[in-house]
């Protein structure tokens, strides 16, 4: 959909992210498989340049950050440390002993694979509705000609309670809601634990981001990866940063297929049981005046094995003014991105096919002189 077309939507259901804007429709690529195991359409297939080398997907030398969150807690200098090099050079790190109970990370695994596991038809009754952004569906589908993720998802917004709609929560599959419910509770704490963090390394006292976006929301894109007959060909996501501040990505701990971009090279990011990636989003990025890196990421697929994953977003509500915070700029380090109001920025980012890190390169950098 083009911006202009955005633009005029706004307005109705303000706080459900009905006004972010509307994917094109596609079909389900896990109804795809089930259909035809040996099918790659012509949209899935990438161009050449932008193909995965799958072929060393299990030898890649470089490993992310690991901060272990329990000394990140109580203040630890070396972690605290550690936090602040991984936001800057990586704008990715892995967390262990995060205090989310294995339970909970199961049992939100397994009601995700639930829901997939649904017949179609089933699965349809939970389908983005009308302009609705939440849902079973797709997003940043916004061409005929671009290429398709090799991922079906399903969009809920879970913070504040009164936003939430819950007619696309699946209430069939007993112990779906609690299992969000549950995790959704944990994620929330411990991203408002890192950001506490991150006021302070950014020279702030702890509360220092929250004064600043004030009320957050929380919403959480569940993506299937279908097995794929050809993985050389397609990718599970296309290359994207989060307009988001934080995400908490949730992986499978079987299955790889997350990488990131780092000193131009894709790097995959190895699950470690029950751990939890994090990365830094645009509005981080932006906040802190490109201090931290939102970076670049993508999925690939496998031959074999279905991949499942949860990126649990932490948003500012679509009226914040976001810009760099007075903190981080002075004559040493002058301001890098203009001002732009929330809303318009992720209107801006949706509407268009995911192209890397290009949109807030497009739209808030500030050419310097
Ligand atoms: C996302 C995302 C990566 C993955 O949902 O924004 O980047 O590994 N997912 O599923
Ligand atoms: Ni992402």
């Given at each position: 959909?083009?911006?202009?077309?955005?633009?005029?939507?706004?307005?109705?259901?303000?706080?459900?992210?009905?006004?972010?804007?509307?994917?094109?429709?596609?079909?389900?690529?896990?109804?795809?498989?089930?259909?035809?195991?040996?099918?790659?359409?012509?949209?899935?297939?990438?161009?050449?340049?932008?193909?995965?080398?799958?072929?060393?997907?299990?030898?890649?030398?470089?490993?992310?950050?690991?901060?272990?969150?329990?000394?990140?807690?109580?203040?630890?200098?070396?972690?605290?440390?550690?936090?602040?090099?991984?936001?800057?050079?990586?704008?990715?790190?892995?967390?262990?002993?995060?205090?989310?109970?294995?339970?909970?990370l199961?049992?939100m695994k397994a009601a995700i694979a639930?829901f997939?596991?649904?017949?179609?038809?089933?699965?349809?009754?939970?389908?983005?509705?009308?302009?609705?952004?939440?849902?079973?569906?797709?997003?940043?589908?916004?061409?005929?000609?671009?290429?398709?993720?090799?991922?079906?998802m399903v969009f809920l917004?879970t913070?504040?309670?009164?936003?939430?709609?819950?007619?696309?929560?699946?209430?069939?599959?007993?112990?779906?809601?609690?299992a969000v419910?549950?995790y959704s509770?944990?994620a929330?704490?411990?991203?408002?634990?890192?950001?506490?963090?991150?006021?302070?390394?950014?020279?702030?006292?702890?509360?220092?981001?929250?004064?600043?976006?004030?009320?957050?929301?929380?919403a959480m894109r569940m993506n299937y990866?279908?097995?794929?007959?050809?993985?050389?060909?397609?990718?599970?996501?296309?290359?994207?940063?989060?307009?988001?501040?934080?995400t908490l990505l949730l992986q499978d701990?079987?299955?790889?297929?997350?990488?990131?971009?780092?000193?131009?090279?894709?790097?995959?990011?190895?699950?470690?049981?029950?751990?939890i990636v994090?990365?830094?989003?645009?509005?981080?990025?932006?906040?802190?005046?490109?201090?931290?890196?939102?970076?670049?990421?993508?999925?690939?697929?496998?031959?074999?094995?279905?991949r499942v994953s949860l990126a649990t977003i932490?948003?500012?509500?679509?009226?914040?003014?976001?810009?760099?915070?007075?903190?981080?700029?002075?004559?040493?380090?002058?301001?890098?991105?203009?001002?732009?109001?929330?809303?318009?920025?992720?209107?801006?980012?949706?509407?268009?096919?995911?192209?890397?890190?290009?949109?807030?390169?497009?739209?808030?950098?500030?050419?310097?002189?």
């Amino acid at each position: 959909m083009r911006v202009k077309d955005q633009m005029e939507n706004i307005g109705i259901e303000e706080e459900k992210g009905s006004d972010w804007g509307k994917s094109l429709p596609v079909p389900s690529v896990q109804e795809l498989v089930r259909n035809d195991p040996r099918s790659v359409p012509e949209n899935y297939i990438q161009h050449q340049q932008d193909r995965p080398d799958v072929s060393d997907m299990a030898s890649s030398s470089f490993h992310i950050p690991i901060i272990d969150f329990a000394l990140l807690v109580k203040g630890d200098g070396d972690e605290t440390r550690k936090l602040d090099l991984a936001c800057k050079d990586w704008g990715f790190f892995q967390i262990i002993n995060h205090g989310v109970a294995e339970d909970v990370l199961l049992k939100m695994k397994a009601a995700i694979a639930a829901f997939f596991g649904l017949p179609l038809e089933e699965k349809n009754k939970y389908a983005q509705a009308g302009n609705d952004f939440q849902g079973y569906g797709q997003q940043y589908v916004v061409s005929e000609e671009q290429k398709l993720d090799w991922c079906d998802m399903v969009f809920l917004i879970t913070f504040p309670h009164e936003i939430r709609n819950l007619k696309y929560w699946p209430d069939t599959i007993p112990g779906f809601r609690d299992a969000v419910e549950s995790y959704s509770k944990e994620a929330w704490k411990v991203a408002n634990e890192i950001c506490t963090n991150i006021s302070l390394l950014m020279g702030m006292d702890k509360d220092g981001l929250k004064r600043f976006y004030g009320k957050t929301k929380q919403a959480m894109r569940m993506n299937y990866y279908p097995p794929c007959s050809r993985p050389d060909l397609v990718l599970g996501i296309n290359p994207h940063s989060d307009p988001d501040i934080i995400t908490l990505l949730l992986q499978d701990d079987e299955v790889p297929g997350l990488q990131i971009r780092h000193k131009d090279k894709w790097i995959l990011v190895k699950p470690i049981r029950n751990a939890i990636v994090v990365n830094v989003g645009d509005v981080l990025e932006i906040l802190s005046n490109g201090v931290y890196k939102s970076v670049e990421h993508r999925a690939i697929t496998n031959e074999t094995k279905a991949r499942v994953s949860l990126a649990t977003i932490k948003i500012p509500y679509d009226e914040l003014e976001i810009g760099p915070m007075e903190c981080t700029v002075d004559d040493r380090q002058p301001r890098m991105y203009r001002n732009i109001k929330y809303l318009d920025y992720v209107r801006y980012t949706l509407g268009r096919k995911m192209e890397g890190k290009a949109h807030i390169d497009n739209i808030l950098k500030i050419e310097s002189s």
